[in-house]
């Protein structure tokens, strides 16, 4: 008999839910308690704010930030706001100011791989100045990109525990724009490089880039992701 | 068929080498690569430690030293991707490689076989590219096998499939036993494999990649799942 047959599709999500219920917990036990925002510098005020979110209340769970009807399906949102700006919206669950125009040509993998390191944060944010966009119909094939950099070129550094050989700003909007992808999607696929990279972070540790505060930006929509997980 | 199997380990390659040898028309030659630039002396050390420690010692080292009395064993002091190495496996003059080299392959070494290199590749293809396909189909609960296609230089993209075969992994107690048996079925799925590619007209399948995913490595969160329902099955 198959795994398929014998466990069942409702008992194989349930195994998995429990196992990211388990994850959250030890993410917030982590992480909720040593966010220290005075590490922050100007971005203190939000990181202060994340951490009281993955502080655990008795009983209570970090809700889910972004239902899958808050991505453009077929559309672009258009944002007067940077890319940095609207993405600490959509952290703390705040309203985003959007409207909705036509989609820009896609952005080619095969180009985005020749950029340099500060050309590649620079294209992803003037691209997704409304973050939500990475999730549209017509950015999966860039998202399955960024997917493959961070599991293989990014994941090697990691394992090597080359942190320093890594652009940590550029690694964690990679993984902040995933977690979006993920909100979307609802993929395994996605949603385990997200577990893999948490992983092998140390705890207590903090990235060198100029945007620091992108970790526990990433956090919370990781954590915001395990503590409503459902395929169904 | 003149058969080349690029091995990273003489175990891997005489376990292959012994699968197909009784097949009639296949002239099998296993050629020992260098991978991942190890030094001669480590090398040499490792296969060695795990040729004797596999099972039927002997009669693995007596098919061996009957390959090299044959000239049917050659050793490459150089990568794959090396002038000297293309150059020596361009003379062999083989119809069609089998991959148990561990490594990627570029066009150059793919292009010194008539046919190409055949892979055998644990998870169902075109779904499941990439690394660790036997978890993510156990995990999605979908069947396992192996997919045995000619390479090209992509993950798991090459566009010619010769043979699909389910594995059931049902009855293992852990995944590391259950991946170590779906590799032990690979040298008989390469042996099934050459035996489509010797009938007259052979009737391969289109890997349609757009179909599947690739797969990557998978967090020791969803191992233990995975671990887990396999715990639960045998």
């Known amino acids: 008999m198959e795994l398929s047959q014998s466990a069942g599709q409702p008992n194989r999500h349930k195994v998995i839910e429990i196992a990211f219920s388990a994850r959250y917990e030890e993410l917030c036990a982590n992480w909720g308690a040593t966010l220290l925002p005075e590490g922050y510098g100007a971005a203190a005020q939000f990181v202060g704010r994340i951490g009281k979110k993955l502080k655990l209340d008795a009983g209570s769970t970090l809700p889910l930030l972004l239902a899958q009807d808050a991505f453009p399906v077929s559309g672009w949102l258009f944002s007067p706001y940077n890319c940095f700006h609207n993405l600490r919206s959509i952290v703390l669950g705040e309203t985003l100011c959007t409207q909705i125009c036509p989609p820009p040509p896609p952005l080619e993998p095969t180009y985005f791989r020749k950029l340099s390191r500060s050309e590649r944060i620079y294209t992803l944010c003037e691209r997704y100045t409304c973050p939500l966009n990475i999730a549209a119909t017509g950015e999966i094939a860039f998202a399955e990109e960024l997917l493959t950099e961070l599991m293989v070129h990014d994941r090697r550094g990691f394992e090597k525990k080359c942190f320093a050989s890594l652009d940590h700003d550029e690694l964690f909007l990679k993984l902040n724009l995933i977690a979006l992808v993920t909100f979307r999607l609802r993929s395994l696929r996605f949603m385990d490089a997200m577990n893999y990279f948490y992983e092998f972070l140390p705890s207590r540790w903090s990235p060198a880039g100029k945007n620091a505060w992108l970790l526990p930006s990433w956090m919370c929509l990781y954590a915001s992701l395990l503590a409503n997980w459902s395929q169904e | 068929m003149k058969v080349a199997i690029l091995a990273g380990s003489l175990e891997d390659g005489v376990r292959i080498a012994r699968s197909i040898q009784s097949l009639s028309g296949v002239d ?51 990568s794959l991707e090396h002038p000297e190495s293309l150059r020596r496996l361009k003379e062999l003059n083989c119809d069609v490689a089998l991959h148990a080299a561990n490594v990627i392959y570029r066009q150059g070494a793919i292009d010194c076989f008539r046919l190409g290199i055949l892979n055998a590749h644990i998870g169902i293809l075109p779904e499941y590219r990439g690394r660790c396909v036997a978890e993510w189909s156990m995990l999605q609960g979908d069947a396992t096998g192996i997919t045995v296609f000619f390479i090209d230089t992509g993950i798991d993209t090459g566009s010619r499939i010769v043979l699909t075969e389910q594995v059931s992994l049902v009855g293992h107690r852990s995944l590391a036993e259950a991946k170590q048996f779906l590799f032990h079925q690979c040298a008989r799925c390469y042996r099934k494999g050459l035996e489509v590619l010797m009938q007259p007209a052979p009737i391969l399948k289109s890997n349609e990649v757009e179909k599947g995913h690739r797969y990557y490595p998978m967090s020791r969160l969803l191992s233990a799942v995975v671990e887990q329902l396999i715990g639960a099955q045998s």
């Open chain 2, 28 to 78: 099998a030659h296993l050629v020992s690569c260098r991978v991942r630039n190890r030094n001669i002396m480590f090398r040499w050390g490792v296969e060695s430690l795990r040729f004797v420690r596999g099972r039927s010692l002997m009669k693995r080292f007596r098919f061996l030293v009957r390959l090299a009395v044959r000239g049917r064993l050659r050793v490459l002091g150089e």
